[in-house]
């Protein structure tokens, strides 16, 4: 059974930092591009931050200078390194692995900031 577990959400004051962690199991994902999106109350789910196989990546604009997203696919596991965080960022942020013939996703974990 494939799974997506994320870790590492929580509360932190504006300006803090947190880091993310995604670990796969149940199948072999290191030649997968995988990403982070987040869902805030209200909104529709967007991507924050992306990552292929060979560690290129992408990130929407809002968190470019302050988010970092990284793998590690002997662990199986990819995280998201955010800092300077802005009441902006809270949201609950989910783990994804492109796939065919459909994406996997984890269960998300709340990350709440307060100004």
């Known amino acids: 059974q494939v799974q997506l577990v994320e870790s590492g959400g929580g509360l932190v004051q504006a300006g803090g930092s947190l880091r993310l962690s995604c670990a796969a199991s149940?199948?072999?994902?290191?030649?997968?591009?995988m990403g982070w999106y987040r869902q805030a109350p209200g909104k529709q789910r967007e991507l924050v931050a992306r990552?292929?196989?060979?560690?290129?990546?992408v990130y929407v604009d809002s968190v470019k200078g302050r988010f970092t997203i990284s793998r590690d696919n002997a662990k199986g596991t990819i995280y998201l390194q955010m800092n300077r965080l802005k009441p902006e960022d809270t949201a609950v942020y989910y783990c994804?692995?492109?796939?065919?013939?459909?994406?996997?996703w984890g269960q998300g974990t709340q990350v709440t900031v307060s100004s």
């Open positions: 990552i292929t196989y060979d560690g290129m990546t």
């Open positions: 149940g199948s072999d994902f290191s030649l997968n591009t």
């Open positions: 994804n692995a492109q796939s065919f013939p459909r994406p996997y």
